[in-house]
């Protein structure tokens, strides 16, 4: 059964902040180093990276060379969205569990900050049309736009302003509270989430509409940041070590993608036997508030173990490093009992992954 040894992350900046200048090399490699310190080891057998908007070129490969890790690792990209980063941990622990591999670095990394400017070229031979985001289905008509599936949700579900807005006074305020943030390496003066601030009745009401009732507090700004687990083969298991009991990937309507969780929730949950009430501490991804209350409400977990120390709303959202930053969470924050990590990814797609300590 695969285990995680160490886990680390960035503080997480938006776009444009202190780690505007940084490369995804940059981003990453205080972050691996760190891990590999922790657990008091030099070599992993691969390296399995998410990344959604970065420039391509196996990023995985290159942070496993610019962290000195031996020639051999030759690096894992992969492309899930926002759900890569937990899926990332997934791979790694199937790998484990196969033999295949003893110890594997996973994770994620996104500087929405140094993103490429994407083109799509005219075959006919017309000027190169600019775009922002590749489609998530094949279908233009069951394509939306994020914020506009999030507004979608919230109507659906009947949740108006002001509850999205509720929500997200909550998260800033449990992030705010947090004085120490032991998972984070410090990396250009930054040493903590830098996004929380107390959101105030008259700077929710001035907060810009993005789509329905969803406004710019209610939706995860951009991010860049890093996050990684060292997850290794139970023989080398610590006392602090924490079991990755299962997961599961699923995909949904690829129309109300924030829906999408739920029913991986379930099924990692029922593979192990275990029921929402048996999970002592979760973290959910709060791209949207809506997004965040639809997945806690309906796949029964309770409120009050969800996002302790705030969510994504009051950090950012770095979109191939998200679903790892949950896992860390998890880890430097999960006492004795099961823990559940969930996010929704572009496209209907839903990843749960449990572990237990």
Known sequence: MAVILSARRTGIVPKGGAFARLSLEELAVPVVRACLADA???GVDEVVCANAIGPGGNPARRIALAAGLPERVAGLTIDRQCAGGL??????????????????????VESFSRRPLRFMIDPEGGAPVAYDEAPFTPWPARNPA???AAAALARACGYDRAAQEAWAVESHAKALAVAEWPEIVPLAGVARDVFARRLTPALLARAPVVAGSVT???AAVAADGAAFCLVAADRFAGAGALRIAGGRTLGADPEQPGLAPVPAIAAALAALGLSAQDVTQCEVMEA???QAMACVGRAGLDPARVNLQGGA???????GASGAVLAVRLFHSLGQGIGLAAIASAGGIGTALVVQR
Request: charged letters at 15%.
């Open 40 to 42: 008091g080891v030099q």
């Open 87 to 108: 899926d990332a941990l997934l791979l790694a622990a199937a790998l484990v569990d196969s033999g295949r591999a003893d110890l594997v670095l996973a994770g994620g």
């Open 146 to 148: 994020m914020a506009d």
């Open 216 to 218: 710019r507090t209610t």
């Open 288 to 290: 949207y508030a809506a």
């Open 313 to 319: 709303l009051a950090r950012g959202h770095p979109i």
